[in-house]
């Protein structure tokens, strides 16, 4: 069985919070943003996390890319 590839247009567009959360850049920030309200572009701003029915097809046209998991505790100091 040869290896899944990963979607090359998916990985540009999304990434995977720590959490396994499917992050991607809001809409509408491209281009013809004059014609916006500051208040609008500056709540346009940042990331946003995808819907919840959109995240399984994301996570698998990702396929390796997943998240690394968090390490828990606190680094321990070397004993001397």
């Given at each position: 069985m040869?290896?899944?590839?990963?979607?090359?247009?998916?990985?540009?567009?999304?990434?995977?919070?720590?959490?396994?959360?499917?992050?991607?850049?809001?809409?509408g920030t491209s281009h013809l943003a004059s014609r916006m309200s500051q208040k609008r572009k500056r709540n346009l701003r940042g990331t946003e996390a995808v819907d919840q029915c959109m995240e399984p097809s994301i996570q698998k046209a990702l396929g390796q890319y997943t998240p690394k998991a968090k390490k828990k505790g606190k680094m321990k100091a070397k004993a001397e």
């Open positions: 040869p290896k899944m590839k990963t979607h090359k247009g998916t990985k540009k567009r999304f990434r995977l919070s720590a959490n396994g959360k499917a992050m991607h850049r809001q809409a």
